[in-house]
């Protein structure tokens, strides 16, 4: 066990009445954590007093992470006081990544914690359906072959029924005028949702799950580029705030900047902004229904009150006026100096929001919205007193990794900051797995310490024991709940517990609470006494010597975990090894941990050793063994799974590994797989003794390709690019948007021609437009405006010149390499080109013009120059053969060979197509 160090979290405060360890069980928060300067002190407490009056909810509805309209997201959250979220169909697994290695579901957990950061901005709540991101389409139709219809409509209808918004933004039309076609289905189910979620008799199975129908009483259309003439309301978004000391709009440029992945960094103008918006539909009232977002809809919380029954709804009416006059003097007298001068006014807020509780509970099913809305505005009100009140509260871990059976520490403290008394204080702290009430994964016990008093300007410290527990072969309770079964096509499956559906991640791991009276003393001396509860997620902190302090999440993972390189092992045909694979085994028991690893191999195959013998010592630990794998000598083509299984000495399995996503930007997420590896036996060769550069872009896994085809390659640094000697590889190769990230690029163009004038072969795999405007390919290029693309991996791919050494030298190429592609054939081709280049591809998705901008080579002195916009970044992490096959062909073009063919019967380059 180690010793204590601080560990710190953003504290959360909840309604009083339950006690703490209930509130923890059934707690799932929908808003996202806020960043700490936005959390405490005088500016939280502004914001949350300008949340306080009034009921207004709005959900913007869109396709991909990147997709919402920050500004709208700030400006009405930070702004107007409103409670809003984003439901992003998908978490964008299919896109790019320009920052790192990650794709499929390794991006979308990315994107996923981008899209909390951006949360953690802007204030607003993110909501998902299940439907995977399985790449770019083409149109609605294409779409809804792969993601159910009933079924992303009726994950949409749960979030509206959920959420409750008065007010739909959808992002896109749900017509060919949004592109892509996910993002018109996102339209087509912003727009069928809106109806479908009122009614009774759409998804009623939902019901029994706590939600009943909801009708929202106005959709709206975001008004962008194309569709900005048709705009009936603009909401102002760059007025600016002086609790914020900016814009929302210029806050909403910082969320937005937050999508790294998607190269998505803004500047922050200053002055007006607006968001615009098409009224679509229209169930408010008819007078003056587009003035304002809200106008036409009774946003008032005495509105609620009035469809009490007539026995309550006076008192219920008396109690909301009293709310509203606390809630208003709060926001008279709060000041940046002294924001405690508003702490009187919200503890009447926070009796009166209790008071309507009381009453609305009484009323049964009449005052169930109420009661709702109420809670969560008590929620908010003691939110606004802590922060008022300068009480803040801390939970702290000393470990940021547990793993089953691991005994630790935990401390929640209580900082009254604050110039009033608190009173009657504890504390519970309490774990869970996979959200269950019971507490599933971690068990907390409860101190001995009974109720203190906590004077003003002092701290008080609960201290805990906590014991790891996890069931072997149950997932562990960090690992994301949408990712523990595999998926059924392009829809993840939900658990059972519908707390969890639509919602970014699991919940936290360790969470603490406090319970207490704030003795609030007004100017007339007599003390009002406010109950509260705060809570807060458990985090780990420490400091770095040379960067200050920071801050983890608690993460249960796996005491020992596996991790098998390669993933997908080329076997060529007619080969019997040996080829060396590699086991790292990483340990995070805080003792030693000893076992044996082996490899499971189907009959005809072995490995050298059969097992070995591996200690970790302690957390951090890393140990790497390696086996040769021998194949038999009549390996046929095929798929060969290969499974890595460690056992400790007491005879535990461990058969999976995980990887973290962990950015600056985001907060880190495992990502848990199983320690297999695909030994993909095909036939392929390619011209040994080639010596290959391999300047990196946006993290593809281009060199480990080239060294599974048997190839020395050596990445290319900066120094090197700008002033080394290029002329000692045979082939250079330029990774994904090496020009758009690797700023030296464009400097050391000219002498990457140079290479190539004199004998070389580059490279280049697909750029975006930089590399077409920045006119650094050696004749001239064009690239259409969107990009053309062909998104059916299953799309027809004609040989143009079947007798060219790229399709004939060393692997004969036919149409059945392309079989068998991921996601797409590929993206940002050529559109137009100098003769000199010669197209040698033809494709085309369903119903559109053939394009042959693909693959293009173009002799330049002595060498050559190959451009592609094919996806190798996508199909050799994934061991397709026929790309290995087509990309070992790239990687054996000898200059001299081409030169011959072209000489000979060789076809005219077709330029300018």
């Given amino acids: 066990m180690r010793s204590f160090r601080t560990y710190a979290v953003t504290g959360r405060v909840r309604a009083a009445g339950a006690s703490a360890v209930l509130l923890l069980a059934t707690f799932v928060p929908l808003v996202v954590a806020q960043e700490p300067q936005l959390e405490r002190g005088a500016v939280a407490a502004g914001l949350l007093v300008r949340q306080l009056d009034g009921e207004k909810r709005v959900l913007v509805i869109g396709a991909h992470p990147d997709d919402e309209d920050t500004g709208l997201l700030a400006a009405l959250v930070r702004g107007h006081g409103a409670e809003a979220a984003y439901l992003s169909l998908t978490r964008g697994e299919g896109g790019q990544n320009l920052i790192g290695p990650e794709l499929d579901d390794g991006l979308g957990l990315l994107r996923t914690g981008e899209l909390l950061s951006a949360r953690r901005l802007d204030g607003a709540g993110q909501f998902f359906t299940r439907a995977y991101d399985f790449g770019f389409s083409k149109s609605a139709e294409e779409t809804f072959r792969e993601w159910p219809r009933d079924s992303i409509l009726s994950d949409v209808v749960w979030v509206i029924r959920t959420f409750r918004p008065q007010v739909i933004v959808s992002t896109f039309s749900g017509t060919p005028r949004d592109g892509h076609g996910q993002h018109q289905v996102a339209g087509i189910m912003a727009r069928e949702a809106f109806d479908a979620a009122g009614d009774s008799t759409r998804f009623p199975e939902q019901f029994a799950r706590g939600v009943g129908p909801w009708h929202a009483l106005k959709l709206y259309l975001s008004a962008w580029r194309a569709f900005l003439g048709e705009a009936t309301l603009a909401v102002e978004t760059g007025a600016f705030d002086p609790l914020l000391g900016r814009s929302h709009f210029q806050l909403a440029m910082a969320s937005r900047s937050r999508h790294r992945s998607q190269d998505m960094g803004r500047i922050q103008p200053a002055g007006p902004q607006r968001s615009n918006l098409t ?76 008071a309507l509780v009381e009453l609305a509970s009484s009323a049964a099913g009449d005052g169930r919205e109420l009661q709702r809305i109420m809670e969560e505005r008590a929620e908010r009100a003691q939110r606004a007193l802590a922060a008022a009140a300068s009480v803040v509260l801390d939970v702290r871990a000393a470990d940021d990794i547990l793993v089953p059976g691991q005994e630790s520490l935990a401390e929640v403290e209580l900082w009254n900051g604050g110039p009033f008394e608190i009173r009657g204080s504890r504390a519970a702290l309490l774990g869970r797995g996979i959200a269950a009430a019971e507490a599933e994964g971690v068990t907390a016990g409860s101190p001995a310490n009974g109720a203190v008093a906590i004077p003003a300007g002092k701290v008080h410290t609960w201290r805990f024991r906590v014991a790891v527990r996890h069931e072997p072969g149950s997932p562990y309770p960090s690992e994301p709940y949408f990712l523990r079964r595999a998926r059924d096509g392009a829809l993840y499956h939900w658990p059972e517990d519908p707390a969890l559906w639509g919602r970014p991640l699991s919940p936290p791991v360790l969470e603490g609470a406090a319970e207490f009276e704030l003795l609030v003393v007004g100017d007339d001396g007599k003390p009002v006494v406010a109950p509260l509860t705060v809570a807060g997620v458990a985090t780990f902190r420490d400091a770095d010597k040379s960067a200050g302090e920071f801050r983890r999440p608690i993460l249960v993972l796996p005491a020992v975990s596996l991790r098998v390189q390669p993933r997908h092992l080329v076997w060529p045909l007619g080969e019997r090894g040996p080829r060396r694979v590699s086991v790292t085994l990483a340990g995070e028991a805080p003792d030693t941990v000893r076992g044996r690893v082996r490899v499971e191999l189907p009959a005809g195959w072995r490995s050298e050793p059969g097992d070995r013998p591996f200690e970790l010592g302690g957390p951090r630990s890393r140990a790497e063994v390696v086996f040769d794998v021998y194949g038999p000598p009549n ?90 000697d290029l002329g000692r590889f045979n082939v250079i190769v330029l ?99 100098d003769p000199r280049f010669r197209p040698l591809l033809e494709a085309a998705d369903a119903g559109e013009a053939p394009k042959r901008g693909a693959l293009l080579v173009a002799p330049v002195g002595e060498g050559l120059y190959v451009y592609t916009g094919l996806s190798f970044f996508r199909q050799l992490p994934a061991g397709v053969p026929g790309a290995y096959r087509l990309f070992a062909n790239l990687l054996s073009l000898d200059p001299a060979r081409w030169r011959a063919y072209v000489a000979g019967d060789g076809r005219s380059g077709n330029g300018g197509r």
Wanted: net charge negative; hydrophobic share 40%.
């Fill in 279 to 354: 009224l679509v539909v229209s169930r408010a009232s008819t007078a003056g229904t587009d003035a304002s977002l809200f106008a036409g809809i009774d946003t008032t919380l005495a509105g609620l009150a009035a469809t009490l029954p007539a026995p309550l709804r006076n008192r219920a009416l008396a109690h909301v006026e009293r709310y509203r006059t606390a809630v208003h003097g709060a926001a008279e007298v709060l000041n940046v100096f002294h924001p405690e001068r508003a702490a009187l006014q919200l503890a009447v807020a926070v009796r009166e929001t209790q």
């Fill in 735 to 833: 990774g994904v948007r090496a020009f758009e990230v690797r700023s030296e690029l464009g400097a050391a163009n000219a002498r990457l021609l140079d290479y190539v004038r004199r004998g070389g072969v580059l490279l280049v795999q697909y750029n975006k437009y930089e590399y077409v405007e920045g006119g650094f390919a050696p004749y001239p290029v064009a690239m259409r405006r969107p990009h053309d693309r062909v998104t059916d991996e299953r799309a027809p791919v004609t040989i143009l010149e079947p007798g060219s050494p790229v399709f004939r030298e060393p692997n004969t190429i036919t149409a059945g390499d392309f079989d068998g592609w991921e996601q797409e054939r590929g993206l940002y081709f050529l559109s137009e080109w």
């Fill in 635 to 724: 390996a046929t083509a095929g798929d060969v799974p290969v499974r890595v299984i460690a056992q400790d000495a007491r005879g535990v399995l461990y058969p999976r590994g995980y990887t973290v996503v962990d950015y600056p930007h985001i907060e880190p997420v495992p990502l848990f797989e199983d320690a297999v590896m695909h030994v993909r036996a095909f036939p392929v060769e390619v011209a040994r003794g080639r010596r290959i550069g391999y300047v990196m872009g946006a993290g593809d896994e281009g060199p480990e390709a080239i060294r599974q085809l048997g190839l020395e390659v050596e990445l290319i640094g900066r120094e090197e690019l700008l002033h080394g």
